[in-house]
């Protein structure tokens, strides 16, 4: 069953696309994820879905309510954790939980019992009274993840949940996501710029790029799609072997990157004497050659042309107006 | 009304009391400044004599209250800003509660935190030895207090609203709100003067002012009547809080 659709979803600002007819569905119960760079168009879909921001075209559906037409139905069935820290950080943990419990009109007595249950769900129990300005980020994230959850969501939204905190904040939060998929079955749409994360986290992932989805798939399926094994070469003249390679039926795919030469092959280990073979032939040195199982990143190399690396790099340089970052979650 | 809405009426009125509360220096701040103007003022000018003024301290006093209500309330409207700042209401709007609701609850919010400012410099002019009305004085002075606290978060959220940063606001405080302030008979007489005068009659703040001494004090000379100025105020005020309700509710994130 589907629970999110979209239908050519576009935002436009008047200097750019942001979202560029994008259509997709989610399915009930699974963690699905938009990966793809900063200013890709995620956090820009997200709001849309969310009733942030109304689309300029197209349309979507959250279970069966209509993102423009029925917002307030869609805001009863969705938990959504921003990009940015969205917490009064001069109330408590508690209090941030209560008030939330009550914009949802959740009843008294249901409220304390949820605020105890989500609190236990991130390890945060003796944390409930204490000011939310003392706590540290990765607790900040928790306490948001435990909110979003509060009032029962069918779909819960996270927007790059794991973005600035440090590798064992994000392996805890990564466990807190996974356990609430499976032992609330809420639905997970969640963004990331972060190939690990998309990988351990995702059923399904959609990469996108300058607001266009490039492809949707299970991990398993995107990885297979490259070839079972990649390799990756350096040599003397790149640039012949390459031609020399690309009509070789047994090659899947082909690029270079950063001076190297990618791969995507069956059987990596025996393919590399006949590469070998072929190079010297060509009187090409090979510097340095290794076969690995595809990762995330050389499907994200297949599908864009380049790294997510490469791709925050520029867009660092070029002014991204409309995505802005606050401070502390840089 | 829906009993969610008046929940989150509820929840957002409660907010702001509880960030006034655990926020001392706001609290200290927002009270001991006006009474610094009070005692500062009070006893510079009470030697100097305006005209149809008696005790220069009794003429002071509503001023004063009514400037702290002022600047109080505005910075309930202005705070909206630092929710946007700082994400917090995207949590907000992202909630099944109208925008309507979260604006009620945070101007009752901040109207409730003005009064309580209003009200504790109005004891302390007491006991000063102020001569303050009776019980229908005080009714009509709680009104144009409650008037006063409305307008000013309108004016807030207009601000709020329109501008995205607090340099903006520093600069109407300096160039707006203040010389609107000094025009407005707060601390000294407007009518000596007939440019002054002239200019008092455009100024909101005037007929804020002049009402609630016509109504707290006895024995002081106004320009108009107070059931005149009510009658301004209140139009001022609705005029106000639809901007700022109709410029809100267009807030995006």
């Known amino acids: ?330 | 009304m829906k009993a969610t809405e008046i929940q989150a009426i509820y929840v957002m009125w409660l907010r702001q009391m509880k960030r006034f509360i655990r926020s001392k220096s706001r609290l200290v701040s927002s009270i001991v400044q006006p009474l610094f103007f009070l005692f500062i003022l009070g006893s510079g000018f009470r030697v100097a004599i305006f005209e149809g003024v008696g005790d220069y301290l009794s003429f002071l006093a509503p001023g004063i209250i009514a400037m702290a209500i002022l600047f109080s309330s505005m910075f309930t409207g202005i705070s909206v800003l630092w929710d946007k700042q700082f994400g917090f209401l995207q949590e907000v709007l992202v909630a099944p509660i109208s925008r309507i609701s979260i604006i009620i609850g945070r101007t009752l919010g901040g109207a409730t935190v003005a009064l309580i400012q209003g009200v504790i410099i109005l004891l302390i002019a007491l006991i000063m030895g102020v001569h303050i009305s009776g019980t229908v004085g005080l009714i009509f002075t709680l009104f144009f207090m409650i008037l006063i606290a409305f307008t000013a978060v309108g004016f807030g959220l207009v601000i709020a609203s329109k501008m995205e940063d607090f340099q903006g606001f520093q600069l109407i405080m300096s160039l707006v709100i203040m010389p609107l302030l000094f025009l407005s008979s707060a601390f000294f007489p407007v009518t000596s003067n007939p440019t002054m005068k002239a200019i008092a009659l455009f100024n909101p703040l005037f007929y804020m002012v002049d009402g609630l001494r016509g109504s707290l004090i006895v024995g002081v000379e106004t320009v108009n009547s107070p059931l005149f100025n009510l009658v301004i105020v209140v139009i001022i005020c609705i005029f106000m809080m639809s901007l700022g309700s109709y410029l809100f509710s267009k807030t995006e994130t």
Not at chain 1, 192 to 219: F, N, P, Q, S
């Open chain 1, 1 to 330: 069953m589907n629970i999110i659709t979209t239908n050519n979803l576009t935002k436009k600002y008047t200097d750019l696309i942001a979202v560029d007819n994008v259509s997709f569905s989610v399915l009930k119960g699974e963690i699905f994820g938009f990966l793809g760079p900063n200013g890709a168009g995620k956090t820009t879909t997200i709001k849309m879905l969310t009733t942030l921001l109304n689309p300029s075209k197209g349309s979507a559906k959250i279970l069966d309510f209509d993102i423009i037409k029925d917002r307030d139905n869609v805001r009863k069935n969705i938990g959504v954790v921003f990009q940015e820290p969205a917490l009064d950080t001069e109330l408590t943990g508690g209090e941030n939980l209560d008030y939330h419990a009550r914009m949802y009109a959740i009843g008294r007595d249901k409220r304390k019992e949820r605020i105890n249950a989500v609190l236990k769900l991130v390890d945060l129990e003796d944390k409930r009274d204490i000011i939310v300005k003392n706590y540290s980020g990765g607790m900040k994230r928790r306490l948001e993840i435990a909110r979003g959850l509060m009032h029962y969501p069918n779909v819960l939204f996270l927007d790059e949940p794991t973005l600035g905190l440090d590798a064992q904040t994000r392996r805890a939060i990564w466990k807190y996501v996974k356990k609430m998929n499976k032992e609330e079955g809420t639905t997970i749409f969640l963004t990331t710029h972060y190939m690990d994360e998309a990988d351990y986290l995702c059923d399904r992932v959609g990469i996108i790029d300058r607001g266009k989805i490039l492809i949707i798939d299970t991990i398993e399926n995107l990885k297979n799609s490259i070839g079972n094994d990649v390799i990756t070469l350096t040599c003397s003249n790149i640039n012949t072997l390459e031609k020399r390679l690309v009509n070789e039926k047994w090659i899947h795919n082909i690029k270079i990157h950063d001076s190297k030469l990618t791969l995507g092959v069956e059987k990596g280990d025996e393919k590399i004497p006949l590469i070998i073979e072929i190079s010297q032939s060509e009187k090409i040195k090979i510097k340095s050659i290794s076969v690995r199982k595809p990762t995330l990143d050389d499907v994200f190399l297949h599908f864009t042309g380049k790294t997510i690396r490469d791709h925050d790099n520029k867009n660092n340089v070029e002014s991204q107006p409309r995505f802005r970052m606050r401070g502390g979650r840089k």
